[in-house]
């Protein structure tokens, strides 16, 4: 009696413990990296219009997942995630399974860095991936974002995403960014990473912080028209066309012509300046192969590609742009069976691509932190949202003058409005009658304004003025070397896009217990800028009482003015837009 009772007590306790832990399922409504979204089948890459457009063999490879991601926010340290897929054949003789048919977690942690959360899985009727112990979410005072990446290789028919129902959920907007669309073979679709995260273009996409569309199709990635018709609705940032593998044979050289002509009308015929990067056949240079015969194949196609490329821009075609196959440097170690790329492939493949797109698009990145553009999450704000409600409001409002910065312009007033406004009515007072508009964000630093004037912060604004006011959120972390040679890199990217603007950089404003630090910093923060050509004005006087802050300007932290202080900066700006 007695041991059935406490057979009974067990049982009560595991329905406890289960109820206290239960799990909440989540279904997406759409998935990013796809070209025209089709609400018959959010996981196919072409939409239901294109089915007797194309090849057979090219609209089932379409339902292949890869490039696909699902990007979401929790509060969960334990992700769990099922689905089903078209096909049970979850591997390739040459590709695991956890490529052809698996998942891959990333993270971007509060401070913008990429994360990788390694998981249990099983294939099966239905397939499940748990994800535990996730420390970047254990350890953010928020939600953390994820991105999950698809099946590069099978197709997902359906997928339910797991939490603890204590934990928040919520499945992130679309970003308004212009894709990167990328037309190519096997070798664009992702074969073959031993993971969707590490096929090339999911690697260059992290690596820009830009969505990348893949439409690779294993074997027929071939030129054809219809591909190009649908690639030209899209509102592109760059188009990659890397099909050559597929062409080594069949395919004259005319015939192949013709077809990249076609396709550069058309992709003109909308988006007339928008780059498109030709790619060679990678492996047309790949030094110690004994195949030569294969290699010699290889890298005629690269010679095809090339000459086609030569003679379009003799025709007056401008804004194209050729990767070579000696730029991606292929070597013995790089592929699996003497064509795919394995992981060392891939990774040389998004490292080439990466270094060409940043050319194309006047992205550099430097050797220092300063100067490598990153998002960030640190002050509980939609940092991304802020960012996209800054440029429709550049476009909406026509403003004379940027104010770029961090709190301390965020918290002051204006639009887009932030979660603060302590000095509204100095903001009206001083700023409005100037249409200056509001572009600080709370916790930036330069990094952070870096990858914002990347990512289009800028390229809509006609105004007069570029107000520059960061870096105080570097002190501390960077010395001041690289905080001086980080606003420089911002001042040239500043200066790419907007050659004509008035740019002029204020001083760090005193900080409580860093008055003499932050003098010293803005002296060689003036001596770069005048160096540059860059007017530089330091408002830092009139935030001190003799050598320290003057506190009735400041509330409690010492670092962000009260009203008191928004209203001496208000007129201190107000002077200087006035010259």
């Known amino acids: 009696m007695k041991s059935y009772i406490f057979l009974l007590l067990l049982i009560a306790l595991g329905k406890q413990g289960f109820s206290q832990q239960q799990t909440k399922w989540y279904r997406p409504q759409f998935v990013e990296g796809i070209c025209v979204p089709d609400s018959s089948d959010i996981f196919h890459r072409l939409p239901i219009f294109m089915k007797d457009r194309v090849r057979k063999p090219v609209w089932d490879l379409s339902q292949n997942t890869t490039?696909?991601?699902?990007?979401?926010?929790?509060?969960?340290?334990?992700?769990?995630?099922?689905?089903?897929?078209?096909?049970?054949?979850?591997?390739?003789?040459?590709?695991?399974?956890?490529?052809?048919?698996?998942?891959?977690?990333?993270?971007?942690?509060?401070?913008?860095?990429?994360?990788?959360?390694?998981?249990?899985?099983?294939?099966?009727?239905?397939?499940?991936?748990?994800?535990?112990?996730?420390f970047l979410a254990k350890n953010s005072t928020s939600v953390s974002d994820f991105y999950l990446y698809l099946p590069l290789y099978n197709s997902v028919t359906w997928l339910s995403i797991g939490v603890d129902q204590k934990d928040s959920f919520a499945f992130a907007s679309k970003r308004n960014e212009e894709p990167i669309v990328a037309y190519g073979t096997s070798i664009l679709q992702g074969a073959v990473?031993?993971?969707?995260?590490?096929?090339?273009?999911?690697?260059?996409?992290?690596?820009?912080?830009?969505?990348?569309?893949?439409?690779?199709?294993?074997?027929?990635?071939?030129?054809?028209?219809?591909?190009?018709?649908?690639?030209?609705?899209?509102?592109?940032?760059?188009?990659?066309?890397?099909?050559?593998?597929?062409?080594?044979?069949?395919?004259?050289?005319?015939?192949?012509?013709?077809?990249?002509?076609?396709?550069?009308?058309?992709?003109?015929?909308?988006?007339?300046?928008?780059?498109?990067?030709?790619?060679?056949?990678?492996?047309?240079?790949?030094?110690?192969?004994?195949?030569?015969?294969?290699?010699d194949e290889y890298h005629n196609s690269s010679l095809v590609i090339e000459r086609i490329f030569n003679g379009l821009k003799s025709s007056g075609v401008k804004n194209?742009?050729?990767?070579?196959?000696?730029?991606?440097?292929?070597?013995?170690?790089?592929?699996?069976?003497?064509?795919?790329?394995?992981?060392?492939?891939?990774?040389?493949?998004?490292?080439?691509?990466?270094?060409?797109?940043?050319?194309?698009?006047?992205?550099?990145?430097?050797?220092?932190?300063?100067?490598?553009?990153?998002?960030?999450?640190?002050?509980?704000?939609?940092?991304?949202?802020?960012?996209?409600?800054?440029?429709?409001?550049?476009?909406?409002?026509?403003?004379?003058?940027?104010?770029?910065g961090n709190s301390i312009i965020n918290y002051w007033g204006g639009n887009p409005k932030g979660s603060l406004a302590r000095g509204h009515n100095e903001w009206d007072k001083y700023m409005s009658p100037m249409k200056v508009q509001n572009d600080g964000f709370g916790w930036d630093r330069i990094e952070n304004v870096l990858w914002r004037v990347y990512h289009g912060e800028l390229d809509h604004f006609t105004g007069k003025?570029?107000?520059?006011?960061?870096?105080?959120?570097?002190?501390?972390?960077?010395?001041?070397?690289?905080?001086?040679?980080?606003?420089?890199?911002?001042?040239?990217?500043?200066?790419?896009?907007?050659?004509?603007?008035?740019?002029?950089?204020?001083g760090i404003l005193p900080r409580?217990?860093?008055?003499?630090?932050?003098?010293?910093?803005?002296?060689?923060?003036?001596?770069?800028?005048?160096?540059?050509?860059?007017?530089?004005?330091?408002f830092g006087r009139d935030f001190l009482s003799g050598n320290t802050i003057h506190s009735k300007l400041f509330v409690g932290d010492g670092l962000h003015p009260n009203a008191d202080g928004y209203d001496v900066l208000g007129k201190d700006l107000m002077r200087v837009l006035k010259k």
């Not at 690697?203 to 027929?220: E, M």
């Not at 000696?326 to 070597?331: L, M, N, R, W």
């Not at 550049?394 to 940027?402: C, G, R």
């Open 193 to 295: 990473a031993s993971r969707p995260g590490l096929a090339w273009t999911n690697i260059l996409q992290r690596n820009l912080d830009r969505t990348v569309i893949n439409l690779g199709f294993s074997g027929n990635g071939r030129f054809e028209a219809p591909i190009f018709d649908l690639m030209s609705k899209v509102n592109a940032k760059l188009y990659i066309l890397d099909c050559m593998p597929n062409l080594t044979r069949g395919f004259s050289e005319e015939e192949i012509k013709n077809r990249v002509i076609y396709g550069v009308n058309k992709l003109r015929e909308k988006n007339k300046e928008v780059p498109i990067l030709f790619t060679e056949h990678a492996i047309g240079y790949a030094p110690f192969y004994m195949d030569t015969a294969r290699l």
């Open 465 to 506: 003025n570029i107000v520059l006011m960061i870096g105080t959120n570097n002190l501390g972390i960077n010395p001041d070397s690289e905080i001086v040679e980080g606003l420089q890199f911002l001042i040239n990217a500043i200066k790419t896009r907007q050659p004509e603007v008035r740019i002029i950089m204020v």
């Open 512 to 538: 409580k217990k860093m008055e003499e630090q932050v003098k010293n910093i803005n002296e060689k923060i003036k001596t770069m800028s005048l160096k540059n050509h860059v007017e530089f004005v330091d």
């Open 67 to 134: 490039g696909e991601f699902i990007h979401f926010k929790t509060s969960a340290i334990e992700i769990k995630v099922r689905y089903t897929l078209i096909s049970d054949n979850f591997s390739m003789p040459h590709m695991p399974s956890t490529g052809v048919s698996g998942l891959d977690l990333f993270a971007i942690d509060i401070n913008g860095n990429w994360n990788w959360a390694p998981g249990s899985y099983h294939f099966g009727d239905t397939c499940s991936y748990t994800f535990r112990n996730l």
């Open 320 to 404: 194209i742009y050729l990767l070579t196959d000696k730029q991606i440097g292929f070597d013995i170690n790089s592929t699996t069976e003497g064509l795919h790329p394995n992981d060392i492939g891939m990774m040389k493949y998004a490292i080439a691509y990466e270094k060409k797109v940043r050319e194309i698009l006047n992205e550099p990145v430097g050797n220092i932190s300063t100067e490598i553009p990153i998002e960030q999450y640190r002050d509980g704000y939609d940092w991304i949202q802020r960012h996209e409600d800054v440029i429709a409001n550049i476009e909406k409002t026509n403003p004379t003058t940027l104010l770029i």
